[in-house]
């Protein structure tokens, strides 16, 4: 029951994320709904529920949300730079270990980082410790720390929320 109703649920996303209301359109929605269906129940350790899907919707939502305003935020402090009489950042490159288990994940913060003004995730290596971490570059590194620091506040914390036990 729970694999026709998310089966259900991606069919009508895609179709509204298309914005083709198309009998196959649908269809390929569902199709994807399918893959991603087996995926997360291949590296679940519990099968996928409605109940916990409803949770992750909620959870992915306040992601977007919280990156939308992160992308507000940084666009706002770069048309400062750019519009200043004299542009006087520090450009440099910072390692950020992150926290994230999932390798898809880290992904798509690395995605969320280098998609933010000012700043670009160039390489992901995993340390002897078996800890990962990302290579950054930021446009102004007076204060690397309180980036790092922002990245982990704003974007790794909600997406490690993604991460169920």
Known sequence: MAF???LLLAGFTWVGLRADLGLGTFGTGMALGAVVWRMEHAHSNEPFRPLRAVLLIGRASKV????VWELLVANWLQLRVVLAPRID???RWVHFDTR???PALRVVLALMISLTPGSLVCDEFERPDGSVCLWIHILDGEDASAAVERIRR?????L???ELP
């Open 89 to 91: 950042v520090q450009p």
């Open 160 to 162: 490690r929320a993604l």
């Open 100 to 102: 994230l288990e999932s």
């Open 154 to 158: 704003r974007l790794e914390t909600p």
């Open 64 to 67: 977007l949300f919280q990156f």
């Open 4 to 6: 026709i109703l998310f």
